[in-house]
């Protein structure tokens, strides 16, 4: 793997003051280890001004300063401001120290080789760790999707192909989102946008989503869902990158009310095609068995901190996986927010001698993001407890780490 490590350029952006008390474990827990599962943060769009926007929409599209998908520079501050709290939760919990670099090999980044996800992860140990020579790992060929972050089908038999399609259709089906696609075809001035004068598709509601499970290709849908996806995704990141709001959507999003309906296109995309259990368990499948070693090996010998950078694709289908129970992201629109983490922070418990997990999502709000807030322990990000089917939490939202690691271990199989 090649090693990469920022320039400490950014630096600066970590002048806030420090202090607070962090949500405080109970009396007699010490923090022993912990795994981040991120998503990278702020990119441009994916379609930036390509086919699917400028097909569904005759006006014209805002730029943006770096090309489609790659991580934007408000994206690199984003996550120095979350690393920046990272590290002030992590000294509060005897981590690490405050001032001080870590020791070589306890902590741990590793990256997709997508730039927006590398560029993701220096920054959060920029943010993390200034001045600190924390390489962050990575596939030595840029712009290739790495086997551990890659949600690609695994099962190149037919019947499964068959089985994942019809498992994703019947997401799809769970869904109504007539009044989602009824106000976005109002925003983009649909019936006047190029696939409906040339194409003669005039109508997201009435179209008809075809989805697919090839081997080793990642689940996909053609029709209004990718549509609609891809155009929710362009608003959203506009939203959040400080467009003017005469700019965002062209000014026609005006309610809380109204981001809420479109991102169930959003959210349902990504259901559809990466929640079905019979498709999550298998695209996760290497990335589970990644955690499960990093977690279950010898806390002793393993990186007190392990930081992986990847994608929305990688949570959603990760939590089916691990089967965890639903959960409500308060401030958010999306449910796997942009620069959003799963932390797995691993305790014990001195006086009952035994070892917990508590798992939290850890998430910028939808105004901290617009607003580029500063996180510190004063100003937090959101956190909400997340809890596992095959793990049940107490009221401090602990399970026991044989239960954990069993729901691990079976997942990893």
């Not at 020791?103 to 959060?124: C, G, I, K």
């Not at 790992?137 to 290739?144: F, L, N, R, S, V």
């Not at 697919?212 to 990642?218: I, V």
């Not at 797995?344 to 917990?356: Q, T, V």
């Amino acid at each position: 793997m090649k090693k990469s490590v920022i320039a400490a350029a950014v630096v600066g952006a970590l002048m806030m003051v420090s202090g607070a008390q962090a949500e405080s474990a109970p009396q007699g827990y010490q923090l022993q280890q912990v795994l981040i599962m991120s998503r990278h943060n702020l990119r441009a769009p994916l379609a930036n001004n390509g086919s699917v926007l400028e097909q569904s929409t005759p006006n014209q599209w805002p730029e943006w300063d770096v090309p489609g998908g790659q991580l934007t520079t408000k994206g690199g501050v984003l996550e120095v401001y979350m690393g920046h709290y990272m590290r002030e939760w992590l000294a509060e919990q005897g981590m690490v120290t405050t001032g001080e670099c870590p020791a070589a090999d306890t902590v741990y980044a590793y990256a997709n080789s997508l730039q927006r996800t590398v560029a993701t992860a220096q920054f959060f140990i920029t943010g993390a760790f200034p001045g600190c020579d924390v390489p962050v790992h990575h596939q030595e060929a840029m712009g290739t999707m790495d086997p551990t972050f890659n949600p690609v089908i695994t099962d190149k038999s037919e019947a499964f192909s068959q089985a994942a399609v019809k498992a994703m259709a019947d997401e799809r089906q769970k869904m109504k989102l007539d009044d989602s696609y009824k106000l976005l075809e109002q925003i983009v001035d649909y019936q006047n946008s190029p696939s409906c004068k040339e194409k003669k598709e005039c109508s997201l509601t009435e179209g008809k989503d075809t989805f697919s499970a090839p081997f080793e290709k990642e689940p996909g849908v053609s029709g209004p869902l990718k549509v609609g996806n891809s155009l929710v995704d362009a608003f959203t990141l506009q939203y959040y990158e400080g467009f003017p709001e005469d700019q965002v959507a062209w000014g026609q999003i005006k309610t809380a009310q109204q981001w809420r309906v479109l991102s169930e296109l959003k959210n349902g995309y990504q259901d559809s095609l990466f929640t079905s259990p019979e498709v999550a368990r298998n695209v996760a499948a290497p990335l589970v068995r990644y955690i499960d070693k990093a977690l279950v090996t010898d806390v002793a010998k393993a990186p007190k901190v392990t930081v992986l950078v990847g994608h929305d694709s990688n949570i959603a289908s990760l939590l089916m996986a691990l089967d965890f129970n639903p959960y409500q992201l308060h401030d958010q629109y999306e449910r796997t927010p942009i620069g959003g983490k799963i932390v797995f922070p691993r305790w014990h418990d001195a006086a009952a001698n035994r070892e917990l997990m508590k798992i939290e999502y850890v998430y910028q709000s939808t105004e901290q993001l617009r607003n580029a807030d500063a996180l510190t322990l004063k100003s937090p990000p959101q956190r909400v407890t997340l809890s596992l089917k095959g793990c049940p939490v107490d009221a401090n939202g602990f399970c026991p780490i044989d239960k954990f690691n069993a729901v691990l271990n079976d997942a990893a199989k």
